[in-house]
């Protein structure tokens, strides 16, 4: 099974920057699929960005503004978060595609 720890998170202003970052561990031969959901309050979980084989998928609502990146292909993702509103606040949750599929998710919190 492969373990997944996030970290980066915290409270920001609107207009800053944050980097989250995923390390996964264990069984990561079945990962081909890495990425960033997000789930604010009262809110079904959305997908962020994703990264596969350097092809990268971004929500509309971040284009532009995030980054997402797997350097060498290793099981490290990032996400840069750059010019945050506070529509960005949630909890950030790092996906891969095999068992356990979620990390334990990281608060952001974007104040006005």
């Known amino acids: 099974q492969v373990q997944l720890v996030e970290s980066g998170g915290g409270l920001v202003q609107a207009g800053g920057s944050l980097r989250l970052s995923c390390a996964a561990s264990?069984?990561?031969?079945?990962?081909?699929?890495m990425g960033w959901f997000r789930q604010a309050p009262g809110k079904q979980r959305e997908m962020v960005a994703t990264?596969?084989?350097?092809?990268?998928i971004y929500a509309d609502s971040i284009k532009g503004r995030f980054t997402i990146s797997r350097p060498d292909g290793k099981n490290t993702v990032y996400l840069q978060m750059n010019s945050l509103k506070p529509e960005d606040t949630a909890v950030y949750y790092c996906?891969?595609?095999?068992?356990?599929?979620w990390g334990q998710g990281t608060q952001v919190t974007v104040s006005s």
């Open positions: 990264i596969s084989s350097g092809s990268t």
């Open positions: 264990g069984s990561i031969f079945n990962i081909n699929i």
């Open positions: 996906y891969v595609n095999t068992v356990p599929f």
